[in-house]
């Protein structure tokens, strides 16, 4: 069974840093694209940011790039999101997402397959 599980959230003070981690199991992702979603109750997911399998080709959202860095560890099968200078409209539920092998680096919520439970992230002012 195929399986994304988020890790790292929590609570942080604005201006602070946090580190999300995404473990995926029960098959390989190195020749999957990743990404990083946000939703807040009530609101759609949005997109945060995005890996591609074979360069390493990284995509941000405009409200996050240059705070934000998304890597992978594809000996880990693990996907991360290294998030700096936090604020409070960073608090969200983030989610990791995998497309499917050899595909390109989405944007769209819907071109991923799998998906995480994901991890609540909390910045206060």
């Known amino acids: 069974q195929v399986q994304l599980v988020e890790s790292g959230g929590g609570l942080v003070q604005a201006g602070g840093s946090l580190r999300l981690s995404c473990a995926a199991s029960?098959?390989?992702?190195?020749?999957?694209?990743m990404g990083w979603f946000r939703q807040a109750p009530g609101k759609e997911r949005d997109f945060v940011a995005s890996i591609s399998w074979c360069r390493g080709s990284t995509y941000y959202a405009d409200s996050v790039k240059g705070r934000f860095t998304i890597s992978r560890d594809n000996a880990k099968n693990t996907v991360y999101l290294q998030m700096n200078s936090l604020k409070p409209e960073d608090t969200d539920v983030y989610y990791c997402a995998a497309r499917g092998n050899f595909d390109y680096p989405s944007k769209q919520e819907y071109a991923y397959n799998y998906w995480g439970q994901g991890t609540q992230v909390n910045v206060s002012s």
């Open positions: 029960g098959r390989t992702f190195s020749n999957a694209p």
